[in-house]
């Protein structure tokens, strides 16, 4: 009974109870059948649709975006991938122009390179030059032909209202405005342009002017040309304001020639001493022996002076004027008893002061040696009188059409506010520009040239010298060669521009042979030589009359002097949209993404400039709208002049460069007929505004630390029989009095280089300090632009900089004057990169073994093993490591200032070769690996040795002045080892990492510490008296 | 029966008995958190809310939202890395070294001092961490595990790695020992709980004690092992700073690379440990009224430590300054006279201020034994001592050898939150520890209310 009380029973529910059927047939079932097993749907179904349904969503919402890669179905020819192409090819960019080689990959250029083969740039490359494959896919390129209104046209339609317009203007003058241009072939086509439509008239105008040299020469000698200058022939050189390695003419040219004299050593004892007068250091101040501050005002009396002094030991007439200055007299006396390797340029575009400069070189006897009239120039061919007629009759309303080809005058002209104003006056405005721009804004209609790279062309730089262009990629966008527009709108039939040039080059330059052979070499080559006669000339000009016109047109009076001038970096602003250029520290400034005042020390006392902090000033000339710029303080300049770097100011280039700066060409005047490029009596106020300004390096000194500085001066050099003057030496414990270079301590004994042991040599006496290799290094290596901001963060990611310092006048003991650089400063520059040091202080503290020594002695960086400590970079004792603060590519924050790594149209110019680094690594010089790998693999499928010379650094390829030696120092026949005399310190181990260089200008930075680098510098020989 | 020894101070005062121990202690964890409690708490919070926040930046981002640059690659976060750790030290020295001297002193003050190097470790190691430009392979690329790289393995060069080892096996081996010393201190709020009917606690302190049953043989184990672990400790005590201080003396930076950093590196942790266990214990006596365990004479002692690392510190400082002229190294001599009068000479008078000038404030006996002072001066000790880590890191790198690279650190919001975030992480812990946890190791103290304490 109590069991039964215990045994309760509960029942689910009635129908338990009841027993009912329907119950019982479902009772095994975990649950009811509720009404979702009538839709049938199970609770499982309901989990598998869930799960699915979570997952489709969650896939869908992490979908990554197509990319469309196209195979090669049918293989082009020649393009194998992986396998660089090269084509030679010429760059030109108004008058400015370089023979190239560029290499491309998959189809597209990714590289540029100098063409060694001409004799006029003989292999160098500049930065624009090297910086301009990335302008190919620019984003502000211009995609379609656009008429009124900035509507999408087609071709046809484009040419059809242009037809219509041109012959509606009847016999209203139309004029063909353009940089110099230096095309035969272009010029055949405006020819037949000319002949179609007759009331043409092209005009030529240059950002730099050369009128007034034409205009002296003209008078001078009866042509109005540009000689060919050779500075290596020239033992003397004196420079009255002309940047000559950097902005002056043909700096390409100049700067081999240059370098070719600056050479010394044991081998050749002699250099040339470089003279320069200057308001604004220059680059080629910066190089120079003898540097003398004046003002723009005074260039003309300072060659007055000169002309007079040597005229006294020639015997010649003096004339009036001319005004003293230190160094002047000593250039003089150089100057005499080099006569006839003697040399006197000066940057001024004065027809007078020109002439000055004709006679004194006359004097020289510098005619036929160091310039060479019988090789006339084309780079510069622009006419001041006639442009700036240009802008008066547009203004009347005299034009009726006018047609841009590929420049800017609005933007890069002095008249270009007052043209703009004019040019609703015009009835057909056409400009033929590739991207954007302030002029082409203003056109009813745009007919888009190819990039320089996309299209045929040919130069005639010098006389009887050509150079082909011949396109290295298929046009990105729907635009067309202009010529070839040129000849549609003069209703030729014949018009592929490629058959045009082809023709005229058969019709001008084929002799004999298979037409095509030649002209494949001509291709090949991309260079065509025809010997020019020599003939000499005799100088007709009026010194005495120039002598007054100079003394009556430059006054000086109260006030600043401005003076602009192009930078090594922008410089006319035509590629200012070119983050590679922009982010490329400006040689002598240091300062990235600015646009500044450079003023003289004495001039902002108010300005601590310590850490580029700086403040805005106005500056404001008579008649013209003032300009607001950040001063950028300068030691070395003239006190009372104000320098302003063209370029800047842009409004219609592109993201990249629209914003920055001031436009300062409306500050250029207009003096004696030609455009003058300084302007005096201005004034300079605080606008009481603070501003950082970007810049790569913030102390200026390097401190008396000769172990990272070597210099010299010739007589010294001489002194010491041309033996080593400075070798650090360590004490050691043994013997305090003692004392050993520190090469001969080593706490390891080191690997042995059984193969290659690659080494580098880096002349401080050629490197002119400009930023090619720079430009060059960042390309060929994918190295991000990081932008003003980052910059201002000292976050450069640069693997390569050229450090720049001034010297200073405080005593070596003296560590807090030594940080003021003196007020005239004598300057060296240092490229600085990874010194792949055998003992690397890198490689010992990475904990994960992310950068380590190769049996080459490379040190390498491993980008997939770091993992971003930075405690290599800190150990680093040259400052060379980069670290990837943020993630550089694919991110909007750096589309601006990036385009190459972060729109689709940049990231073409991206070499395959080399890693897109990613966020939080550290990277720095490879010593360009890639193609230390591609040359010994190419070596090898010829199973022969890797000669010397096959593998070039990108570096050393771009670099003009042959500064940079890369090489196997183990291979005792390389440049290299020849250059620097390497020995093995130890016979029985002749490929241990201990190599003696025997060469007494070589020296290892930093060398007491003990890192064993692979990098020697060769010191810095300044040709001074004492 | 208390008895009082006539030459020494007493350690416990008030008359306390064993039952008022566990009293006084326990109460703490068993009673209702006080609303000064949850304002701190909530405090803390807050700095750790900022802290993650600043943190999740970094790691969406990159480090370049921290102020580092190409010539700086460290400053901020090493700074506080090797401050967190120096802190540390303190709560070994106390548990380990003290108990090897049997300076019973110790004993009312290890559990809080023991927590706070836990604590202050774990603040530490988030700094090599979050400093890593890649963290997410930073975790298993720094150490050496078996990997399908194939012969890929760390670089037991690298003093980053010694770091590793030296860190992992100081907090491990401090975790472990604090942990032991809480067991029977557990086992006592489990009981109380039991009387007290609180099953929950009961449980929950139960499974935190292990069972602990209180045997004689338990007692003797309890006690074997925590001469163990302090033999083990001891040793790290030294180990720890003197590898962390390789991570500089081992390099090749001018002011870096100095053969005094291992020692002196030591007594600034223990210089800096000892200040923050102050400011910590000064205000949790106050706050949970523990003056009775709490002395000013305990406080007192530790002034004493004071001074003399401080002063150790001092003739370090000095030291380096004579070496650095006297080697005739240029960079060496540039690199302190830079410290001296560049750029960052307020840093470093603000560290030589603190450091060196302000311990030596305690010889005066009124100033060592007031808790105002020893406040205010343990804390300033603390920011000298920061100091001194960033004077180190950031001068040496920001003129070193190659000028052009030379150039200045600016710290963004964002290296101030993550040293934040640490403040957030430590007084978080360091709240939730004072509020579960006894803060006085009551089983020890027991053992010394009859011979050194206060009669009543």
Redesign the interface.
Known sequence: MEKESTKKIYWKGMEQLTNDAEFVKHAHQEFAPGPEEDLGHSRRDFLKMMGFGVAAVSLAACEAPIRKAIPYINKPEDTDPSIANYYASTYTNGGDYCSIVVKTREGRPIKIEGNSLSSVTKGGTSAQVEASVLSLYDNARLRFPRVADNKKASWEELDKAVIEKLTAVGGGKIVIVSNTIISPSTKAVIEKFKSKYPSTQHIQYDQSSFYGMLKANEESFGTAMIPSYDFSKAKVIVSVAADFLSSWLAPIEFTKQYAQTREVGEDKKEMSRHYQFEAGMSLAGANADYRTQIKPSEEGAVLVQLYNLLAAKAGRASVSGGVDKPNLAKAAEDLWKSRGNALVVAGSNDKSVQVVVNAINDILGSYGSTILPHLPVNYRQGDDQAMANFVKEVNAGSVSGVIFYNCNPVYDHPMGAELAAGLGKVQVKIATTYKEDETASLADFIAPDHHYLEAWNDAEPKKNHYSVAQPAITPIFKSRAAQESFLIWAGETNVDYFEIVKNNWKTWFYKSGNFQTWWDTCLYNGVLELPVEATSVSFAGDVSAAASAIASNYKGGSGFEVFVFENGTVGNGSQANNPLLQELPDPITKAVWEHYVTVAPADSKGINFK?AKTEYYTISINGKEPVKLPVLVQPGQTPGTLGIPLGYGRTKAGKVADGIGKNVYPLIGMVNGSLSYSVAGATFEAAGERYQIATT???Q???A?QT?VQETTLSNFERVDWKKEFQPKIATWKDPNHKVAPEELSLWKGHDYNNHHWGMAIDLNTCIGCGACVVACNVENNVSMVGRE?VI????MHWL?I???YSSDAAVHD??GLEEAAENPEVVF?P?LCQHCNNA?CE??????ATTHSTEGLNQMTYN???????C???C???V???????YHDNRQFEKVNPAMNTDLGKMVLNPDVTVR?????EKCSFCVQRIQNGKLQAKKERRPLKDGEVITACQASCSTGAIVFGDVNDPESRISKLLKIAPRNPERPNGIDKLAGNPRAYQ??EE?G?KPNIWYLTKVRNKDA | MAVTSVIREPLVTGGKTIKDVSHDISRQVEGKPTKLWWMAMAISLALLGLGAYACAMLLW????VW?????V??AWDITNFVWWVGIGHAGTLISAILLLFRQRWRMSINRAAEAMTIFAVICAASF?GF?????W??FY??LPLPNTFGS????F?????WD?FAISTYFTVSLVFWYMGLIPDFAVIRDRAVVQGNKIRANVYNALSFGWQGGAKTWMRYESVALILAGLSTPLVLSVHTIVSM?FA????PGWHTTIFPPYFVAGAIFSGFAMVLTLLIVTRKVFKLEDYITIYHIELMNIVIIITGSIVGIAYITELFISWYSRV?YEG?AF?NRV?GPYAWAYWAMMTCNVISPQLFWIKKIRTSIVATFVLSIIVNIGMWFERFVIIVTS?H??????????FYPTWYDVGQYVFTFGIFFTAFFLFAKFFPVINMAEVKSIIKSTSEKK
Request: with cysteine; charged share 20%.
């Open positions: 850490e390096q913030t102390h000194t390097y401190m630390r990272v980052e963060n000292r976050r450069e900089r450090d720049r310092y560590v807090r240092q600085m202080p010992t503290v990475c904990p994960v073994a093993r770091c993992i971003g400590t930075r405690y970079a800190n150990n004792p040259y400052k490591r980069r670290f990837n603060w943020f993630k990613s966020r939080g690594v550290m930075v930093l510490v890192v | 981002h990159g480090i370049g102020g580092l640059n190409k010539t690659g460290w090599p400093h890593m430009g890649r963290l392979l930073g690329w720094a890929l393995w760390v670089n060069n690298s003093p980053l790695l590793v991570d081992t390099s090749v930076i240029p540039y006279y009068v790198l003129r070193d050898y190659i000028p052009s690279s030379w150039t200045m």
